[in-house]
Each structure stands twice: as structure tokens, then as C-alpha cells.
């Protein structure tokens, strides 16, 4: 059941780069996923859009296979993932910003984007781009990662993602328990970075999101209600109100 | 069937207040039935020895079948309560703890040492010391003061009144004193560490128990506890209490009032889990965190459970110790043994399950005194099937399947077509059986080389298989059969009965289609 | 290391400035009731004790942080090391050097591949149930325990000459000391430098410390972590059939020797904290030197060695009241 508007294909005939086809995920006995169906155009930020609880994070923790679906089916970049251990899946070009940002605290800045390197060499290619991005995190090189602020390890944990050549990033909630100004920055960044890779965002800040955002995903109690362009949504207030219940 | 035509009959009753009174008795008959069907068997069960080995339940000399299988039926009965306690804490609680031990035989020596050492000067000390473990336990625990200041004052009182201030300490007043002081030990090490995380419990509590079996165990002390040999205590129990029929002993009295206690802590551990603290217990257990987000002090409950598993432990010890035959409270009792045979036993009979720890203790206890003298070779078949040579061979093909068993699966599943893997537990479980025979064929090649006679005439005796065979049953269980017997029964019973009523329902509700047009016109 | 000390947490510093006390006062009260000579001797054994408590511990520690499946088997690794060891020792007819270095080969090899088909085949089932594989490592030390005792029998073993080149005595202040002790305090040195090693400058050290806080999310980087378990666990097997087979020249192999260093370990890592490479080591030398000063103590005063036994389980309790997460332990609860 994908709901009235079923999932358009909205990638306007290219094939989508990621492409969620109605599935089933559960943690133990609960059936948390119940048909979601997500498509990432190639090139754009996407947002999963949703109440709390309906089961966006488990879609990206899904799709990475931490939490693999039962039943349906995962595509990226025109082959099938689903199955594959997470670590192959990241291996086929996919980072991944967990909610919460975890970093690894005991291993300095530097160690740990050294550790998210695919090939010898990935962190010296991609220096210029990273500390572009984050300017912050070259001055604290070699300070452990759990001496870092929040906003700081938020940056580094989008940073890590990006040290390999990742076609899509999940970023998982980067706005979460940040001030103002801060999301600000990370607003900043990630559009900029987005002329690099595909990002597929989970956002409970609906201005964010909004901002942010090309093309959106509604999910509902764990299944996929709408999907479409950003633009639409916006300027239909009946359907902001109804799905996710901001003015 | 007959359930239902009795409960419909019930149903009948005109009468209010008889219909609910005949439900009610009708509900716990139908309950309980299997239960006392049960205790009856065991009441029973010295003379129906007495009639299959043509002994006495009673008899002049203390020989013969019935009175050997009372002493190895109630020695078994007492197991399978610490057993239960355990499962308290661990299938119910989720508690691991690898100190059950310390509690099954922290009584006998309480007692006994009580008795032999006790002087009425000491009274005021004791009860000194007790105030002062209060006070640390309180700090600890971090338990309100008033609810702490009535603890403490009941604790001091029964102390005070179990300790008397002329003469020696009885038998019933050092049982007592044990049963106190198995509340304050679970209360110390639950305080202590029950606020960490539950690895720091399982070492905490090894460690503790540990503490005890290294100070029972000494030479120091040998003067108060008696070191390896023990602590002799015939002369300090009355005959009323001594099981050993040689000298006035009553076994077959002993042997019921064992009976009667099994059947108490199996009623009170089904009553605690079914009452709302056993619910909250439960809650705690599935989510610790959720639990305390309702309103539960998840700590408190936990360490109400400790409490109520150890002293079920403790008496269940001091009764064991009653039926030893040696007379004498020695450190095997506070070993690793009497931690590991209930944690077996749980696993085995089902975690969190209330008859598991029962059905597995009967099974295990029982097979291992009936199998103990029995003996084989290398050349006789097992099972009247294969030689051992053979069972080797056969358990080299059962380990090169589990060692493939993921490939194997995926060809079975790839010939068949469907998308799950058909009968994939099957051939886990036959495969680490076999695996687990060729561990015992290996262990048994071994011991012969190692003795260095011949393979085909060497005698192995049951009993001196039993470590390696508990060592199995521990991996093959938790391998192959996570939820122990009765847990799997269970389980099966259940789906058996979701898949009948979803069966029932769509036949109603195909019935209902069909008869919906006619159904119309009889509204 | 003067950037580690300059980055500590107070609390950690405050671990670091107790332990040091504590080090100092068993030195102070071996020397006050011992006197020197017998002082000396005490503490030697003390610190050969602590890397050999270090061997299997550094390991346990390791399995727990990184797999969270604390190693009950860690004990029976120790035992088949040492019985197959002596086993090499005693038959392998080369000049004594050659044949304990191929005793060690033999204890380590087989050590490492009996980890890594416990590890395969049994652990890696039961990631989703921890509880489990206590339970199971627990039932899997029964099991080879047994086994030894059946392939080796029951008697203890007599300790084997140690090999010719650690032979012998040597003169320090004035003590007359074993050069084989020495051998295994050097050896302890050289691992726990080996080691912190691999942990702090490999990208194999780097990705294990990762994975002890979180192998979720080290997986979700691309890195196959199941391999890095297995590694782990090998590891760890190794380092205790390392421990045990350089136990033969010292005290011979017997049974209880698995129980014995398996309780040592656990209290090892508890007064350390989880997980933590550096508190492990630290906590090694405490235990260690504990056990050796009150055994010493107790042999003395009471003519028996019940203190030995109890003084290192007081500790641990002792730690776990003040520290609850041990010394050099995450906070937690």
C-alpha cells in the first residue's frame, strides 16, 4: 500500500540511483518497515520526511544493512544490494552519517577519518575538499574525537563519510540538537557538497529540510504515503499540515 | 474439548454467585490438574519404587530400591529448586549471576557454625554488625531511609529473637539466621553491582562466591569450617531432621516434607512472577530503560528479586545438605558446580519457563544416577546400531555438514525454489549432534591411548563421561535449542494454536460472505 | 607518551596518581615485613606473575571490547597451551632451546586455530544473543577441560628444565634471580609494547579501537569487522597458549591451571575497566604484585597461603565500590 499518490517516478526518466521498492523491516518481533518505497534521482538532495517513530532511520539503517529488510527490494546504481553484508554495501559507494553522529571518540580527528579510507591515499585526494568544507576540523587534527563539541563531531562524521568516492551519502538527522548558527554551517555544507555526490537526508526540521531538499519522501507508521517534488510540497500547506503536522 | 462442554455447562448456572464459585473451581482444575497429578506421583513415588524392585519403603536395615530412590529422587527435587531459583534471576530477571553457589551452601555452614560456636555474649555484637551492613547496604542501594529504618528494625528484631541470650542456638534458629543472612549477602552484591552493566554482575558475583569457597576451602580456618573435609554436624541435628535411616532417622518423613517444599517454591516462584511485582520484574528484564520510564525503580525490583532467588536457593541448600550422606557441610558446596548445574538445567528446560528447570533437572538427575554404573566398550553398539568406529565415521560426515552447512542450505533452498531455507534447522541440529558425537568419540580414543590399552576392550563407565557430556549439553543447548525444552514446546504449542485460529477466522469469514445475502433478511 | 599524560582526564589522572600509591605502599610493606632480600624475591615473582596474568588478560579484555562476548574459555586456552606445549617439549628430541621454541610454535599454532573454529563456528552464530555466549564459552572451557584431562590424564606435571639459554641465575643488589623469570618478564614487556602497538600506529589497531566503541558503525565505513573478530579472538587465544606454555618450565601444567588464571584475568580486567587496552596492563602489575606480596605475607604470619587466594578478589571488590567501572574503565549506568 503506497498510499494516493503512489511514488511517482519522479527522476524524470533517468533511472534513479537509489531505488527502494516496498520494503519490510523487522527488529526483533516488531514489524517496523511495512512497504517503504524511497528513489534517489541521481545528482539532488532527497529528504525523508516524517513523524517521529515512523521510521526513517530504520529506512537508512536498511538500506546501509544494519537492519535488513525481509521482503522487498534495494537497488543502487542499477544493481541489486539488498543481501549484501554492510560492509560490501558501503564498499559499492554509499557513506553513511548515522543519527547521533557517532564518532569514534577514543581516535583523534585525523585517525578517524583515516579509518573510513577505501584505498591508501583517499584522505590525501580529498583534503582540499574536506577541509574546504569543514576548516574547523584541520585545526584539530590531533585532538581525540571525544574532546570535540557537538557540532564539531557532527561535521566530522559528515567529513568521514566523504574521505572515500561515495556515490550517495545517507545523512541520518544532521541538524539534531545543533544551535542556530550551526545549522546554519552544516546547512552550508551540505548543500555544497551536494555538487558532488547524492544525499539522501533524513530531517525532523521541516524549515531545513524545506531549504535543503529537491525532492521529498513521506513516511507514515513505516510505509511510504508521498513523494514528489519539493516545490509542491511547500506550497501546499494542507499536506504539510496533514503528514507531518507543522503550519 | 472436555474444556470447552465444561465450561459451557458452567455457563448454565442460573445462580450468580454459584456460576462464578463453579467457574473458579472449574479454572483451577483445569489449571492445576497436570500439577497435582504431578505431586501426587511423587508422594507416591516411594512405594511405586517399592512395588517395581520388590523392597520396603520402609525397612529395618536402610537398604534396598525404594529407600535408595528416595534419598536420589529428593536430592533431585532439591536441585531442580535451586534450579528454579536460578531461573528466577536469570529467566525471569535477566540476571546472570555466576554466584548461586554462595547461597546454596552459605546455609549449612551459617547454621552449623552457629551452633557449635555460638556464646550468648555474642548477641550484641551481631546485631551491632547488622547495623552496620544495614547502613552500608542503605548507602549503596541508595534506598529511602524509611523504607531502610523498617528493614533494618524487623532485621534486628528477628535477630534478636533467633539469637538467644542464654544457651546454645538451635537447629531452626540457625536456619533462620541463615535465611537473614542470605538476604543481607544478596542485598550487598545486588547494591553493589546490579546499577552496572550485567557482565559486571556475572564477575562480581563469581568472584564473591569464589571469595567463600577459597575461605571454606582453607587450612587457616580450619578449626571454624573444617577445611576440605568439612563440618561434621550429626550430632547437632535431631532425628527428626535426619533423613540417614541407620540411627533412628526418618527418611520416608523427610522425604515427604521435601515433597511438600518443592511443591511450595514452585507455588511461590508461580505466584511472585504472576503477581505485579512479577510483571514489573518481567517489564524490567524485556526493557530496562521503558520500565523506568513508566515510574518503576527498575533497581529496586531487581534487588526484590535477588533477595527472593537467594533465599529460595539457601533453604533449598540446607535441606540438600540434610539428605547428604556423609553428614557434613563441606566447600563442593559453594563450588562452581552448584552454579553451573542450575544455569545447565535452566538452559536446558527452558529460560524463563516455569516447568523447565524441573523437567530438565528429573531428566538429567535421574538419567545420570540410573546410566552412572553402567558401562560399554568400544565394541558394543550403541544403541544396538552402530560400533563406535562406525559413530565416528558417521559424525565426520555430521561435522563436514556443519562446517558447509551455509552452502548446503543455499543448494537445498536453490533445488526447491522457495526463497527460505527449508528445513535448515533440521540439518543444523542433526550436524552439531554429530559434531558433538565425534567430540566423545575423540575424547574416548583418547582416554584409552592414554591409559594404553586396547581400544576394543577398554570398559568406559558412564560417570566418568558426565563433565564432558554437561560440557555438550551446554553448547549443543545454546546452539541448537536456545529455548530449551519447554521453551520450544511452548513455542510450537503456541504458533499450533495462532494458526488454527487464523484458520477458524478465515474460514468464518469466508462463511460469512457466502451467508451474508440470506443474513440480510433474517435482521 | 608526554601528549598522552598531558591530555588526561582528571580521572584518569587521579587512577594513574592511586595506582602509583598503591604500587609504592606494596613495595614499602613487602620491604618492612620481608626485609630486602626476601622483598626482592617477592617482587620479581610479583612482576613475572603480572605478565603472565597480562598474557591472558590483555586478551580477554580485547575479545570483550571489541565482540562483547566475555571469554570464559580464556581460562581453557591457557590449559591447552601449556599441556600441548609440554607435550612438544617433552618429545621433540632437539637441543632444549629448539625444542621449547617448538613447543611454543606447537602451543601457539594450535591455540590460535582452536580460537579461530570456536570463533567461526560457534561465537559468530550467536552475535544477536550475548547472554548466549557466556553461556557457551563457559560450557566450551568444561568441554576442554575435560579433553586435556583425558589426552594428558589427571596427574600434574612435573615443570620441564627450562631451555639452556634461560638457564641458571643471575646477581642483582646483592639477590640471586632465575634468568627464566626474567625471560618471562621480558617477554611480557616485549607483547604489551607489541601490542600497544598494533593498537596505536596500525590501521588494524585503529579499526579494533573503533570497534570496541561501536563495530556498527565501523562496518557501515566498509570494513569487513567479522575478519577483525575472528583476528581478535585469535589473538587473544594465542596470547593465553603463549601464557601457558611458558608456564611449563616455571610450575609444570596441571588442571586448575585454567580456573586459576581465568579468575586472576577477570579481576585483572574488572580492576582495569572493560575494554581498556592501557588499564588492563596497569591492572596487571597490580594483581600481580598483590598476589605475589600477600601470598608471601600470608606464608609468613599464617603458615598457609589463604590470603593470596582472597587478597586479589578483595580488591577487585574493593575497586568496584570506589570505581565502579573500573580505573581506567568508560563511565557507565
Known sequence: MTGPAAAPNHGAGAPPLLDVEQIHTFIGEFHILQGVSVQVPRGSITVL????????????????????????????????????????????????????????????????????????????????????????????????????????????????????????????????????????????????LSAHTTVLLVEQNFQVASRLAEHYVIIEEGATVRAGRMADLVSDKQLIKTYLGVA | MIERAVYRRVERIENPTGRKLAAGLVRLVLENWFYALFFVLLWRFPYLVADLTDSEVMPQRPTGGSVFWQSVMAQTLLIACLAMSYNVLFGFGG??????????????????????????????????????????????????????????????????????????????????????????????????TLRLRGVYFAMFTLALAEVFWVLAKSGTLRALTGAEDGLPFRDLIPDALNPTPTAGGNRLAMYRVTVIFFALVFLAIRRYINSPVGRVIVAVRDNEQRARAIGYNAFHYKLLTMVFAGVLATLSGLLFV?????????????????????????????????????????????????????????????????????????????????????????????????????????????????????????????????????????????????????????????????????????????????????????????????????????? | ?????????????????????????????????????????????????????????????????????????????????????????????????????????????????????IETGLIRPLYA???????????????????????????????????????????????????????????????????????????????????VQDAEMVQALGINVRRVFTFVFVLGAVLAGLAGIVLVPYQGATLDLGNQFLILAIVVVVIGGMGSYEGTAVASFIVGLTRAVAEQMSLKHFDAPVLAETSILILMIVVLLVQPSGLFGREES
Open chain 2, 322 to 523: 540434610l539428605w547428604g550422606s556423609a553428614k557434613r557441610v563441606d566447600p563442593t558446596l559453594l563450588s562452581l558446580n552448584y552454579t553451573v548445574e542450575p544455569l545447565l538445567l535452566t538452559l536446558i528446560g527452558g529460560v524463563g519457563t516455569l516447568t523447565g528447570p524441573v523437567v530438565a533437572a528429573l531428566g538429567l538427575e535421574l538419567g545420570r544416577t540410573y546410566l552412572r554404573e553402567e558401562t560399554f566398550t568400544f565394541s558394543t553398539r550403541l544403541f544396538g546400531l552402530l560400533s563406535l568406529w562406525q559413530a565416528l565415521w558417521v559424525a565426520g560426515f555430521a561435522l563436514f555438514f556443519y562446517v558447509f552447512r551455509r552452502g548446503l542450505r543455499r543448494g537445498v533452498a536453490r533445488a526447491l525454489g522457495a526463497g527460505r531455507d527449508p528445513g535448515s534447522r533440521a540439518v543444523t541440529l542433526a550436524a552439531g549432534a554429530g559434531a558433538a558425537a565425534a567430540l566423545i568419540v575423540v575424547a574416548l580414543v583418547a582416554q584409552a591411548i592414554y591409559a594404553e590399552t586396547d581400544l576394543d576392550t577398554y570398559v568406559y563407565k558412564v560417570a566418568d563421561l558426565w563433565q564432558l557430556f554437561q560440557g555438550m549439553l551446554f553448547v549443543l543447548v545454546v546452539m541448537l535449542l536456545p529455548h530449551g525444552i519447554v521453551g520450544t514446546w511452548n513455542r510450537w504449542w503456541f504458533n499450533r494454536r495462532l494458526r488454527r485460529m487464523a484458520r477458524q477466522a478465515a474460514a468464518r469469514a469466508a462463511g460469512a460472505e457466502t451467508a451474508e445475502p440470506s443474513g440480510g433478511h433474517e435482521a
Open chain 3, 1 to 117: 607518551m608526554p601528549g598522552y599524560f598531558a591530555r588526561l582526564t582528571p580521572r584518569y589522572r587521579r587512577s594513574w596518581a592511586l595506582v602509583a600509591a598503591y604500587l609504592a605502599f606494596l613495595v614499602l610493606i613487602s620491604l618492612i615485613d620481608f626485609g630486602g632480600n626476601t622483598a626482592g624475591q617477592t617482587l620479581f615473582r610479583g612482576l613475572m606473575l603480572s605478565m603472565l596474568i597480562f598474557l591472558v588478560a590483555s586478551g580477554l579484555s580485547l575479545i570483550f571490547g571489541l565482540l562483547d562476548v566475555l571469554n570464559f574459555a580464556q581460562g581453557a586456552f591457557v590449559l591447552v597451551g601449556a599441556y600441548i606445549g609440554y607435550a612438544t617439549y617433552q618429545s621433540v628430541e632437539l637441543s632444549s632451546t629448539y625444542s621449547f621454541l617448538a613447543a611454543v610454535g606447537a602451543a601457539v599454532v594450535s591455540v590460535g586455530l582452536l580460537g579461530a573454529v
Open chain 3, 129 to 211: 544473543r550475548p547472554v548466549f555466549q557466556i553461556v557457551l564459552t563457559f560450557g566450551l572451557g568444561a568441554i576442554l577441560l575435560d579433553l586435556v584431562q583425558r589426552i594428558y590424564g589427571p596427574q600434574p606435571k612435573q615443570p620441564l628444565a627450562p631451555p639452556e639459554l634461560f638457564r641458571g641465575t643471575f646477581y642483582l643488589f646483592g639477590q640471586s634471580l632465575s634468568i627464566y623469570r626474567l625471560f618471562i618478564i621480558g617477554l611480557g614487556l616485549v607483547i604489551m609494547v607489541a601490542v600497544g602497538l598494533l593498537l596505536n600506529r596500525t590501521r588494524l589497531g585503529i579499526i579494533i579501537r573503533a570497534g
Open chain 1, 49 to 192: 520526511l516524517g513523524r517521529n517513530g515512523a521510521g526513517k532511520t530504520t529506512t537508512l539503517r536498511s538500506i546501509m544493512g544494519l537492519n535488513p529488510p525481509r521482503a522487498g527490494q534495494i537497488r543502487f546504481a542499477g544493481q541489486s544490494i539488498h543481501r549484501l553484508r554492510p560492509h560490501q554495501i558501503a564498499q559499492r559507494g554509499i557513506g553513511y552519517v548515522p543519527e547521533k553522529r557517532i564518532i569514534f571518540r577514543d581516535l583523534t580527528v585525523g585517525q578517524n577519518l583515516q579509518i573510513a579510507e577505501r584505498q591508501k591515499g583517499d584522505l590525501a585526494r580529498k583534503a582540499d575538499l574536506i577541509f574546504g568544507l569543514f576548516p574547523d576540523l584541520h585545526r584539530l587534527y590531533d585532538l581525540p574525537g571525544g574532546h570535540l563539541s557537538g557540532g564539531q563531531q557532527q561535521m566530522l562524521a559528515i567529513a568521514r563519510a566523504l574521505v572515500p568516492d561515495n556515490a550517495l551519502l545517507l545523512i541520518d538527522e544532521p541538524s539534531e540538537g545543533l544551535a542556530p548558527v550551526l545549522i546554519e554551517q552544516m546547512m552550508d555544507a551540505i548543500r555544497r
Open chain 2, 95 to 192: 540476571i546472570i549471576s555466576f554466584g548461586h553457589a554462595l547461597f546454596f551452601g552459605i546455609g549449612g555452614y551459617t547454621t552449623f557454625i552457629l551452633m557449635r560456636e555460638y556464646e550468648p555474649g555474642a548477641r550484641w555484637p551481631v546485631l551491632a554488625g547488622f547495623a552496620a551492613l544495614v547502613v552500608v547496604i542503605g548507602a549503596l542501594a541508595r534506598i529511602p531511609w524509611r523504607r531502610l529504618a523498617l528493614a533494618a528494625l524487623v532485621g534486628a528484631a528477628l535477630l534478636y529473637l533467633l539469637l538467644p541470650g542464654s544457651g546454645g542456638v538451635s537447629v531452626y534458629q540457625g536456619f533462620g539466621v541463615a535465611v537473614l543472612l542470605s538476604v543481607a549477602l544478596s542485598l550487598l552484591s545486588g547494591a553493589v
